[in-house]
């Protein structure tokens, strides 16, 4: 049975029933990534609390937020919940901004047009005949089709590949995922 790895994309035959990662390397690299992301987590930055805090982005990805420091902030359970809410929104985007001076950070125009394409794609991979309907920005194919790229950490791993410098990186890192 073939299925494509979780890190990488590659297609690869599967051994174990519970295996995901095509390698070593990969698990080794996602799992180093996820120690990295983890140590980073020290405290609350608005009220300083040093356990269970949780990543929060500013702007969030489904506004087509990016997923670097720019945007991001670390934050204990109650002040997250406050942060997402529609009544706090406000209040707590300027208390992030009093504490940290981070306002967060959307995608580059070519980054957002690049995404757009894959979630076009991704709809007609899954759907035989697509009307044109389906395409439009704001249809619930096309926001329920961003909604699981994002959910399934589809979505931003795909950015790493067009923000190489040359056209030449583009066909090696092309021809090493795919």
Known sequence: MKIKCKLCKKE????????????NNCRKEKYADDYWERRKMDKCEICGFKYFTEKHHIIKKLGWGADTEDNCVYLCKNHHAMADSIY???????LIFNKTGKVGKRLSYEE???LKEEIKDEIREKHENPQEDYFEENSWLFYQTMLQMIRFQ????RLKWMNKNTIADNKEFCKENI
């Open 12 to 23: 690869f035959e599967k051994k174990k029933y519970n295996q995901v990662y095509c390698s």
């Open 154 to 157: 589809d979505f931003y791993p």
């Open 88 to 94: 706090f929104y406000e209040m707590m985007k300027k």
């Open 112 to 114: 957002i047009k690049f």
